[in-house]
């Protein structure tokens, strides 16, 4: 301020200086008028340039000047700097809050009092199939037209949510999107979009298991009340009783083994995976399949071909019971539902990236495509009257499926109706090492037994 004071009366004095100079006291009054005149226009000029530098409003182009309007410019710079950095900041956390919500499993749309879409994520887009660019500013009415939406929409009661299906919904792999409003603002709507597939076809594995182990355990139960009202009123003789018992006998073993296939199932479920201290020759789990196969075609009759081959000397770091189980129940299947005369071959191969495949081939019936990706499901059968015939509850693959996951291997099926199927389990390399000499030397003491019995048994025959 004292600048600009003495910068006029400098002025003034050298406008009167100038015109005393060249009019003499006369000049001297108009000397003053015109430095006064002189010092305003550059004030003036000053003035303008901080003017267009405001607004311009940018903080790197501020003129350089002294004085009043030198320090009214860097006053305005620095708040135009402390502004831009304010602005920055938010800028940075706005882009964070809506990467947040893209990155969200959950749809998120808002919508203005009206219902038009101000902004979507990409979540909500798919889940609604809607376009979140050229869709913007649509009523949201006209895009979502499910009949059970509209009538939530226009009820204005968001307590709960509504699910529809989504037009991405195919018969193949259907999709159900759950709805919920939250009004918020001035007469504003939050819009949340959840797949619920998941959840639904939970639901219905559920339902559909619940009924399914009913419907397993209520049919022996009735062929057993039966028998026993027959044992109660009837006088039998002793043939007809020993028949009679023999066949509640036969049901009381099914629901016993359906029991122990849901128990086993039930704790493979619950119970932590199994780790790498415990290691097992893999001739001890073909020595144990062959039994169980072999014993299983005599007790059918079946006369079948049994080939089973030599198990490479490595063992496998697991549950032993655990693998014992998903082993046994593919030899068992192939037993059972290999016609008698069949052929059934089990093969080991040590792949060339040290993983090693376990595959149980036969020659029964097959089994169409569509039924492939539904095999592994609990009580899903292909042909239940067959099934009824070989005594399967129907838990076998789902526990081969479970097993194998929890050992990190994989489950391949392969079938061709008319001519046979191939079941194919890969283990991986990291739970497999060479079998050392001392477990090498118990596997054979266990397998030379079996291998006794069975050349006695077919020179006997």
């Known amino acids: 301020m004292l600048w ?112 038009h879409i101000e902004w979507c994520n990409q979540t909500a887009a798919h889940h609604l199939s809607i376009d979140p660019q050229r869709d913007l500013m649509q009523l949201i009415g006209n895009l979502v037209r499910d009949p059970d939406f509209a009538a939530y929409y226009a009820m204005k009661d968001y307590k709960q949510d509504v699910v529809i299906e989504s037009r991405n919904s195919t018969p193949g792999r259907p999709m159900k999107v759950a709805v919920h409003l939250h009004p918020y603002g001035e007469g504003r709507k939050l819009l949340l979009t959840r797949d619920i597939t998941g959840v639904e076809q939970a639901e219905v594995m559920r339902r559909d298991f619940v009924a399914n182990v009913s419907h397993e355990i209520r049919t022996p139960l009735t062929v057993l009340t039966g028998f026993v009202e027959t044992l109660q009123s009837l006088p039998l003789s002793a043939d007809e009783q020993s028949r009679y018992l023999a066949l509640m006998a036969q049901q009381a073993h099914r629901m016993q083994t359906l029991v122990s296939d849901l128990l086993t199932l039930s704790r493979l479920e619950g119970s932590p995976l199994p780790g790498g201290a415990e290691w097992t020759p893999l001739a001890l789990l ?64 040590v792949l060339p990236d040290n993983r090693i495949e376990f595959c149980v081939r036969d020659t029964g019936p097959g089994i169409a495509p569509q039924h492939l990706p539904r095999l592994t499901e609990r009580f899903y059968r292909v042909d239940r009257s067959r099934s009824r015939e070989t005594g399967g509850t129907g838990l076998g693959l789902a526990i081969v499926k479970h097993v194998v996951q929890r050992h990190g291997a994989e489950l391949h099926i392969d079938s061709v109706v008319g001519t046979g199927s191939a079941f194919t389990i890969v283990f991986p390399a990291v739970r497999l090492r060479p079998a050392t000499v001392e477990s090498r030397t118990a596997a054979l003491a266990a397998v030379r037994p079996m291998e006794a019995g069975r050349v006695e048994k077919e020179s006997s025959e």
């Open 286 to 349: 073909a020595a144990q399949c062959e039994q169980e196969g072999r014993a299983l075609s005599d007790v059918l009759g079946k006369a079948q071909q049994l080939h089973f081959g030599t198990a490479p000397p490595f063992e496998i770091a697991g549950s032993v019971s655990e693998l014992l189980s998903a082993l046994t129940n593919l030899v068992s299947n192939a037993v059972r539902y290999t016609p008698a005369g069949g052929a059934i071959n089990v093969e080991w191969t």
């Open 4 to 115: 600009r004071i003495t910068s006029f009366l400098i002025c003034l004095a050298t406008g009167a200086g100038v015109g005393t100079w060249i009019a003499g006291k006369d000049g001297a009054l108009a000397g003053v008028v015109l430095g006064s005149m002189f010092w305003f226009a550059i004030d003036l000029w000053r003035g303008v340039r901080v003017l267009g530098w405001l607004r311009a409003a940018s903080a790197p182009a501020a003129p350089e000047m002294s004085g009043l309007w030198g320090e009214v410019v860097d006053r305005t710079r620095r708040q135009l700097r402390t502004r831009d950095q304010q602005l920055g900041e938010s800028v940075r956390r706005l882009q964070d809050f809506l990467a947040a919500i893209q990155a969200s499993p959950n749809g998120v749309v808002l919508l203005d009092a009206t219902g």
